[in-house]
Structure formats: structure tokens, C-alpha cells
């Protein structure tokens, strides 16, 4: 019995997976190790980054997988790979940040019961381990590519129309949930899962789930709308001194958050409201929430984070917790 790759679970595995996590991940079918060490993986990626479609800042690159071997492709990749980034000065701890994304995506899913992108560790031929997840906009049984559209292009804000930090300016939280409300039809169980994430993002210091890292998407041929499943997640305060939250929750402050200087209880209450989430499911959210410390805390713990990235992870997610519920008690 050792520790999966996955899902962190003590099972019996094959190649550093269980069949549970084989089958999620990579289809049922058991890849091959990776054929490329780290520093191949940047020569692929300068090779592949004028022709690769995915986005963003950190190191990554797009794997197609076929013949159970996972390799590096320009177009029609149905992974993502991300190692510890090489050029990061303005990181702190980057040695941490693959592991911290895989434990705060099984966080997302294991504890919070969100929609989440398969996710995993993988080595590399050198021994080195990577960060890997599964693209989510694919059809598994035609290759069809979903429509998906972020935040930011919903909202139909871009730099040219709301300056360069518009993906964290432009909009609140509370635009993307009512847009939610506009676009799907589904709207009901698809505002309740947003506004657990918000929650958990918050809960984890997460203060990059900007406007381009929530998205909704139709499956081929569908002209019905779905929140895409949760991805790009991480205790982002580990690696920079960042803000409480990526964006406003609300449009107007409250007078607690005036107080305490950042959002509490009272703000996500009003914020359920004003999606219209029942109240009966704010309590059971809230109930989630309130459980969910120790569980949290075994999952870090069983985690490939560090020592010290532990300790902080689980340190800054009881301070959270407790500026959650800050102004429950005493209405301000």
C-alpha cells in the first residue's frame, strides 16, 4: 500500500495510481512514464509557444496522449503539465507551488464536493515530479471541443476597455454570479456551487481566481450553458503577498467589512442573497464550512507539500475560517 499520486489515498497502485484515479484521469488506461526530463520540457514548450492555445503566465505545456504515452503537442492536447517553475523571482517557496495546486484542487473536490478537474503528480524520466490535470473542454467519446467562454469574455471586459489588471477590476464576483443566473439554465444548483467557490477560494487564500479562471461551457451540439468544472486553484498568499480575494465580492461594502477591512460573515450571507440561494442550502453550505477544518487538515497533511508549506496552509486556513464567521455573532 502506498500513497497515490491522485487522490493522496494509502491503496494498492499501479505505477503511482490507483485504479480509481487511473480510470478518472487518464481514462482507464495506465500511461507510460513521461519520455521527457524537466529540461526538455522547457525546450518543447519554447518549441511549442507560438502554436500552443493555452493561456497564462506560469510554465506549462499541452500533452496529447496515445499509445499511453503522454506527449508534448501544439494543438488537440488533452492535458496540461506544469512543473516547479524555473524563472520565478517574484515567487516565494516555488518549490511547493505544483503540490500546493494538487492538495487545494483535491480540496476543492474531496472536501468541498465541487465539480473539479482530474488532477495528479507525475514524474518526469529524471525522478522530477510535475503537476498534471485533464482538460475538461473535450468530449471523451468524439474529440469534439466544448465552447467555453471565461468570465472576462462573458462580462465583455478586456485591457483595452478596462485597463491592464481588468481580469481583477473590472467585475465583482457578484457580476459573475448574476451573469450565472442570466446564462444558464440550470441557474439554481449552478449559483450554489459558484458561491462555494468564492468560499473556498477565500477559505484557501486564494487571491488569484480572477474573472478568466471561472468559465461556462456547452457541450457539442448543446446550446444550453454549464459552469465548467473548478480549476487553476492554490493558496496563493504561500508564494505572494497578495489581496484577501482575486475580485470585490460585492459592488458596496459593508459596514463590517469596513471594520475588519475584509469580507466576513455578513458579506457572504448578503452575497447568497442577492443570488437567491435558499436559506435552508446557505445553512448547509455553512455547515460544510464549519466542518471542514480537519478534513482540510489531513488532506495537507497527506499532501507532497513541505513541512513549512503544511504548517502555513493549515496556520492561514483557520485564520480564515475565523474571519469567515468574524461577524456572525455581533451584527455590525
Same mark, same amino acid.
Given at each position: 500500500?502506498?500513497?497515490?499520486?491522485?487522490?493522496?489515498?494509502?491503496?494498492?497502485?499501479?505505477?503511482?495510481?490507483?485504479?480509481?484515479?487511473?480510470?478518472?484521469?487518464?481514462?482507464?488506461?495506465?500511461?507510460?512514464?513521461?519520455?521527457?526530463?524537466?529540461?526538455?520540457?522547457?525546450?518543447?514548450?519554447?518549441?511549442?509557444?507560438?502554436?500552443?492555445?493555452?493561456?497564462?503566465?506560469?510554465?506549462?505545456?499541452?500533452?496529447?496522449?496515445?499509445?499511453?504515452?503522454?506527449?508534448?503537442?501544439?494543438?488537440?492536447?488533452?492535458?496540461?503539465?506544469?512543473?516547479?517553475?524555473?524563472?520565478?523571482?517574484?515567487?516565494?517557496?516555488?518549490?511547493?507551488?505544483?503540490?500546493?495546486?494538487?492538495?487545494?484542487?483535491?480540496?476543492?473536490?474531496?472536501?468541498?464536493?465541487?465539480?473539479?478537474?482530474?488532477?495528479?503528480?507525475?514524474?518526469?524520466?529524471?525522478?522530477?515530479?510535475?503537476?498534471?490535470?485533464?482538460?475538461?473542454?473535450?468530449?471523451?467519446?468524439?474529440?469534439?471541443?466544448?465552447?467555453?467562454?471565461?468570465?472576462?469574455?462573458?462580462?465583455?471586459? +478586456?485591457?483595452?476597455?478596462?485597463?491592464?489588471?481588468?481580469?481583477?477590476? !473590472?467585475?465583482?464576483?457578484?457580476?459573475?454570479?448574476?451573469?450565472?443566473?442570466?446564462?444558464?439554465?440550470?441557474?439554481?444548483?449552478?449559483?450554489?456551487?459558484?458561491?462555494?467557490?468564492?468560499?473556498?477560494?477565500?477559505?484557501?487564500?486564494?487571491?488569484?481566481?480572477?474573472?478568466?479562471?471561472?468559465?461556462?461551457?456547452?457541450?457539442?451540439?448543446?446550446?444550453?450553458?454549464?459552469?465548467?468544472?473548478?480549476?487553476?486553484?492554490?493558496?496563493?498568499?504561500?508564494?505572494?503577498?497578495?489581496?484577501?480575494?482575486?475580485?470585490?465580492?460585492?459592488?458596496?461594502?459593508?459596514?463590517?467589512?469596513?471594520?475588519?477591512?475584509?469580507? +466576513?460573515?455578513?458579506?457572504?450571507?448578503?452575497? !447568497?442573497?442577492?443570488?437567491?440561494?435558499?436559506?435552508?442550502?446557505?445553512?448547509?453550505?455553512?455547515?460544510?464550512?464549519?466542518?471542514?477544518?480537519?478534513?482540510?487538515?489531513?488532506?495537507?497533511?497527506?499532501?507532497?507539500?513541505?513541512?513549512?508549506?503544511?504548517?502555513?496552509?493549515?496556520?492561514?486556513?483557520?485564520?480564515?475560517?475565523?474571519?469567515?464567521?468574524?461577524?456572525?455573532?455581533?451584527?455590525?
Amino acid at each position: 500500500m502506498s500513497k497515490c499520486y491522485g487522490c493522496l489515498e494509502d491503496k494498492t497502485l499501479k505505477d503511482n495510481y490507483c485504479s480509481s484515479c487511473i480510470k478518472e484521469l487518464f481514462s482507464g488506461i495506465v500511461p507510460k512514464p513521461l519520455s521527457f526530463d524537466r529540461e526538455e520540457f522547457y525546450i518543447a514548450r519554447k518549441n511549442l509557444a507560438s502554436r500552443m492555445s493555452i493561456s497564462g503566465v506560469q510554465d506549462k505545456i499541452s500533452l496529447s496522449f496515445e499509445n499511453k504515452e503522454l506527449k508534448p503537442t501544439a494543438s488537440d492536447g488533452k492535458y496540461i503539465l506544469k512543473p516547479v517553475p524555473r524563472n520565478s523571482d517574484e515567487l516565494d517557496n516555488k518549490e511547493d507551488l505544483i503540490y500546493n495546486e494538487h492538495v487545494s484542487m483535491l480540496i476543492s473536490k474531496k472536501v468541498f464536493k465541487l465539480n473539479t478537474a482530474a488532477c495528479g503528480i507525475i514524474k518526469f524520466s529524471d525522478g522530477g515530479n510535475a503537476y498534471i490535470t485533464k482538460r475538461f473542454d473535450y468530449d471523451e467519446k468524439t474529440g469534439l471541443k466544448y465552447d467555453q467562454e471565461d468570465f472576462a469574455s462573458i462580462l465583455e471586459v +478586456t485591457s483595452s476597455t478596462h485597463g491592464a489588471d481588468y481580469k481583477y477590476t !473590472a467585475k465583482s464576483y457578484l457580476d459573475c454570479g448574476l451573469a450565472i443566473k442570466r446564462f444558464v439554465a440550470a441557474s439554481i444548483p449552478a449559483t450554489e456551487e459558484f458561491f462555494k467557490r468564492v468560499v473556498l477560494n477565500y477559505l484557501i487564500c486564494n487571491g488569484d481566481a480572477h474573472l478568466k479562471n471561472f468559465s461556462l461551457f456547452s457541450s457539442p451540439g448543446e446550446e444550453d450553458y454549464m459552469l465548467s468544472p473548478n480549476y487553476d486553484i492554490l493558496n496563493t498568499r504561500y508564494h505572494v503577498n497578495d489581496s484577501y480575494m482575486a475580485l470585490d465580492l460585492l459592488d458596496d461594502y459593508s459596514k463590517a467589512h469596513e471594520v475588519y477591512g475584509y469580507p +466576513t460573515f455578513y458579506d457572504f450571507e448578503r452575497f !447568497a442573497k442577492y443570488l437567491d440561494i435558499k436559506n435552508t442550502r446557505f445553512k448547509k453550505i455553512l455547515e460544510l464550512v464549519k466542518n471542514s477544518e480537519d478534513k482540510v487538515a489531513k488532506l495537507v497533511e497527506k499532501s507532497f507539500l513541505s513541512d513549512s508549506a503544511k504548517s502555513f496552509y493549515i496556520k492561514k486556513y483557520k485564520e480564515r475560517l475565523k474571519m469567515f464567521f468574524q461577524s456572525n455573532e455581533n451584527r455590525i
